[in-house]
C-alpha cells in the first residue's frame, strides 16, 4: 500500500513562501507519476503541478512562474516550492500519485491527507 504524508503547511503574508513536502513509502521515481493538488472551501479539487516522468513539469496557469515542483529520489519526497503567495492561493493541498495516470484531474490513485496553506492579505 502507497502511503503519501504531507507536511510545510502554514500561515504567511501575501508575498511570503512556503516549501510543501510530500513523502512517499515505497517511492520510485520512475513508476510514479506525482503531483500537488488544492482544494479551497466550495471549490472543486485543481491540479496546480504535475512532475512527469522523463519530461518538464508542466503548472496550472494559476501557480505558473509562482510554484515549481521537483522530486528527490533519494529521500523519496516531492516538494512543491511556493513563491509570491497571493490571498487566493488560500486551500489544502494534496500531494497524489499514480503508476499510470498523469493529468490535470483528480484521478490519482493515491491521495496524502492534506496540508493547509493561509496566504493573508
Known amino acids: 500500500q502507497v502511503r503519501l504524508v504531507e507536511s510545510g503547511g502554514g500561515s504567511v503574508q501575501a508575498g511570503g513562501s512556503l516549501r510543501l513536502s510530500c513523502v512517499v513509502s515505497?517511492?520510485?521515481?520512475?513508476?510514479?507519476?506525482m503531483a500537488w493538488f488544492r482544494q479551497a472551501p466550495g471549490k472543486q479539487r485543481e491540479g496546480i503541478a504535475i512532475s512527469r516522468n522523463f519530461r518538464a513539469p508542466s503548472y496550472s496557469d494559476s501557480v505558473k512562474d509562482r510554484f515549481t515542483i521537483s522530486e528527490d529520489a533519494a529521500k523519496g519526497t516531492v516538494y512543491l516550492e511556493m513563491n509570491n503567495l497571493k490571498p487566493e492561493d488560500t486551500a489544502m493541498y494534496y500531494c497524489a500519485a499514480d503508476h499510470k495516470y498523469c493529468g490535470d484531474s483528480p484521478n490519482f490513485r493515491y491521495w496524502g491527507q492534506g496540508t493547509q496553506v493561509t496566504v493573508a492579505s
Open positions: 515505497e517511492y520510485k521515481w520512475s513508476r510514479f507519476c
